[in-house]
């Protein structure tokens, strides 16, 4: 199984190689058929992809880190929203950049739902693997009616309830789609957690 940062890094390649300025998974699989498939949405208008200096965003280390330093750059800088792609360089040796994707205002909204409509109960959602938050906030989406959503990677407990914060995509921004494990370059058979 990939992990959680390939599936991103993944998904980044086949938006560059097919034209789209953004995407990213919805974590859910079905590796039932062959090749396995893999939940994508991308991004069909108002997106853009940048390097930021991961100095500039706080030195993230973990991968839900990354979520919110990507989202508190966007948003502090103009941008309705921001993710990680997960692929980071050190272009001339003058420091490591994050790769990252953006989206306008009138993309998304942010909205605290809370963590029992997310992941079935009210939980720390840091129990939980993210891969878990990506599928409950798609899970949510399609129940609430929206195009598509995905955790920002904040949470918070107001009194015992646990909420989790959720950006859910306006009409028209979005297209989902199953991409295949060719497409994404996945390996025919993976070995011991996600390495090959």
Request: with cysteine.
């Amino acid at each position: 199984m990939p992990t959680f940062q390939e599936r991103f890094q993944k998904v980044a390649n086949w938006c560059a190689a097919n034209g789209y300025a953004a995407g990213f998974p919805n974590c859910h699989e079905n590796t039932g058929v062959t090749p396995a498939l893999y939940g994508t949405f991308l991004i069909t208008q108002g997106g853009s992809w940048q390097d930021v200096a991961r100095a500039t965003l706080g030195n993230p280390n973990t991968p839900r880190d990354r979520l919110t330093a990507a989202h508190g750059w966007a948003t502090g800088n103009g941008f309705g929203h921001g993710w990680p792609t997960f692929h980071e360089s050190n272009p001339g040796g003058t420091g490591v950049v994050y790769g990252t994707y953006l989206v306008t205002p009138a993309a998304v909204n942010w909205q605290d739902v809370p963590v029992s409509q997310i992941l079935g109960s009210n939980i720390d959602p840091t129990q939980r693997p993210l891969e878990n938050w990506f599928t409950g906030a798609n899970d949510w989406a399609v129940a609430s009616g929206r195009p598509a959503a995905m955790p920002n990677g904040h949470y918070a407990n107001y009194g015992g309830n646990w909420v989790m914060g959720i950006m859910s995509f306006n009409g028209g921004f979005t297209q989902w789609r199953d991409l295949t494990a060719d497409e994404l370059g996945y390996p025919k058979k993976y070995v011991v957690k996600g390495s090959w």
